[in-house]
């Protein structure tokens, strides 16, 4: 039975996150939406020099999805989506290379107070690949925090380039075409054109549907990745 609500309270707890990042960023819309239509005057191949920010987001710790949120709704689902894989894909990469190498002993560390992440440290030895493809499809831990924790693991660079690219692929490219759905209201938090209650109703019932699906995906590979870690 509780399994059943799952994905509803899941939905509803996104569209709530949602709701409530809009009104937190209602004072900044006119500003942003002419921070947007500024980009959307940009040559399309700028878009790879902004998602660039992925690398220094990634060492830093912070979210990069502020990268593809702006990249999406500056130039639509086209080229961004190409250019935050393989700006997130370089991020990923940069971290791993700082965990195995001048961050290894902190990371070790830290691994030491947490048992989830330690056991999949232990895990991953075994089936490495499969098991970092699986932690790129579920959110178990981080994406940020992953990237430095797989590089104190003994998985070669090839196989965890690799499982990250591909397991990456399913959950940017939802992220983009969510993204992407809301750009049309870069005129409406200008200020330049008023509401319509309609297409955003339209715009909200896609990300519902884009959120569900993610969730679905998210979950099957939650379940897959847990009896692997038995």
Known sequence: MR???????????????????LLVLRPLWPRLGELIDSARALEPGWVFLIALLYLPFCA??????????????????WPTFPAIVLASNLGAELA???????LRARVHAWLVRRPSPAAI????????????????????VPFNALNYLL????????????ATFLGMLPGTALN???????????????????PDPLGIAGIALRIALT????????????????AALR
Request: glycine letters at 10%.
């Open 176 to 194: 983009c075409y969510t993204f992407a759905s809301v750009r049309d209201l870069a005129p409406i938090l200008a200020g330049k054109l008023p």
């Open 121 to 140: 440290e232990r895990a991953i030895g075994e089936e490495s690949f499969r098991l970092v493809f699986l932690l790129r499809l579920t959110p178990v």
């Open 211 to 226: 959120v569900l699906a993610t969730w679905l995906v998210a979950r099957r590979a939650r379940a897959a990745l847990g």
């Open 96 to 102: 791993f290379g700082l965990g195995r190498t001048l």
């Open 151 to 162: 590089g104190v693991t003994p998985i070669r660079f090839g196989p965890y380039a690799l």
């Open 3 to 21: 399994d059943r609500w799952r994905p509803l309270a899941a939905l509803a707890l996104a569209l709530a996150g949602l709701g409530a990042l």
């Open 60 to 77: 830093l710790l912070l979210p990069g999805s502020w990268v593809t949120i702006f990249c999406c709704l500056a130039f639509g689902f």
